[in-house]
């Protein structure tokens, strides 16, 4: 077996775990390059195949080729040849990227070495969400090819563009009796998991949008008090990411708050050091004058929500402070006060259920995501499935996944019957698939549900 790397995002890190499995294996491995590989400690510098050979035989494991610098390049042809004779498995690099993650290859790239029996395309996913100039080995190239600028942020969709054009279509061209496959190199994000899913097997990633995969936001209380106690309970069911702060030790503490993600006890004078970018703030401290602090803090920084509690009178009086303290109108417009939804709320667990409702009427304005922390943390193997359309009523929204594997269920995208079915679809599932449930007339005796609506499922194996 003879394979070549090209592309870029990791070659070199697939050729070392390829030669470890395939050493395991019992088989004698040589690694070796038709541009440039970087010296490892263990490489052979020599064009002498006899030598390469005797190592083999010793160890069953070479890579090998001629000393350029701190690299070492191609072997002779006579050299190549008596040494692959012997290998039972030859990997090559076979294409230069300068240690980027993405690129579009000149005319003379890459180097197939003709006897080759499979082209391994690698491609670096840790690129999506960095600028093109950041990430582009022969950038103007990639920038031809994408129709973009230097500054152009790259996604999924531009990655398997670069693959496809730079490399699948004109590699099945020129070699149309070799096996041709594509290795995404990702980060381990659910997301990247299933963008290599898809490249692999040739489906198109623009079927999943990057915002369902959006972690849940962080939720900032200011106030160790009853309502935050009743609101971390809750909040913690939703997923938020949950910091408290309160400038007393008895409040703020692990035993108090065992479900938050932090506990911090500090001066609210200090709560600046603890923000986060476009967070969730719920101002509930016991305070009146910290109320002002912390609402005066957070003004000055993005958020997504602000929700101060208070009666109508100390919210006004709060209102006119901060007036005087420089904020205008529209900023104090964007302050939830009296904090939550007019439920009628009297014990701390209701004050707390209605601030989260309205926090969750705001957050599903702006958010789509509703994946779980559990599944986007999740490194099992198994099927993702994931509502892709949507007519009609049916329980779930576009975006909504559940995960199948060997250890059970993940989250889900609706259940009833359809659930049922897509979990014993997902059973067999080996490459990506979608298939469409119809909740109607149609298949009502079928499935059970009377919902009136078509999901479109989609099935990735990661």
Known sequence: MIQAFVGAGGKTSLIRKYADQYRAEGK???????????????????????????????????????????????????????????????????????????????EKEPVIPANVDEIVIVCGLHAIG??????????????????????????????????????????????????????????????????????????????????????????????????????????????????????????????????ADEVICDSFENLENYLEPNAYYVVVSREHKDDFTCVKTILQHPYQYL???????????????????????EQIATIHAPIGLKIGAVTPAEIAISILAEIIQEKNKKQISSVSRELLDTKEHGVL?????????????????????ENGVIDSIGGGAVEYAAIQQAKDVTVPMVRDYDLSEKDKVELGMICGGRNKVLFIPI
């Open 307 to 329: 929700g101060m509690i208070g009666s109508k009178g100390k919210v006004q009086k709060n209102f006119e402070n901060l007036r005087k303290a420089g904020e205008t109108e």
């Open 385 to 405: 499935c994931i509502i892709i359309g949507k007519t009609g009523s049916s329980p779930r929204g576009v975006g909504s996944m559940m995960f199948v594997g």
């Open 130 to 259: 960095k600028k093109a100039e950041e990430v582009s080995h022969r950038l103007e190239l990639v920038k031809q090819c994408l129709n973009i600028e230097n500054d152009t942020t790259i996604t999924a969709s531009h990655i398997q563009k670069l693959v496809q054009k730079g490399y699948v279509e004109p590699l099945k061209e020129k070699y149309p009796e070799k096996n041709i496959r594509i290795e995404p190199n990702h980060n381990g994000s659910l997301y990247q998991r299933a963008v290599a899913s898809l490249m692999k097997n040739g489906m198109d990633v623009s079927l999943i949008d990057e915002a369902w995969f959006a972690t849940q936001p962080d939720l900032i209380i200011c106030g160790g008090g009853h309502v935050s106690r009743e609101l971390v309970k809750m909040a913690s069911c939703l997923d938020f990411r949950i910091k408290v702060i309160d400038d007393r030790e008895e409040f703020a503490n692990r035993e108090r708050f065992p479900m």
């Open 28 to 106: 004698k491995v040589f690694v070796t390059t038709t541009t440039h590989m970087f010296i490892e400690e263990d490489t052979l510098l020599t064009d002498d195949s006899a030598e390469i050979i005797r190592v083999l035989e010793k160890t069953g494991y070479a890579m090998a080729g001629i000393p350029d610098g701190r690299k070492i390049t191609a072997l002779s042809e006579e050299a190549y040849r008596s040494v692959c004779s012997y290998a039972d498995v030859v990997l090559v690099e076979a294409d230069g990227s300068k240690h980027m993650p993405i690129k579009f290859p000149n």
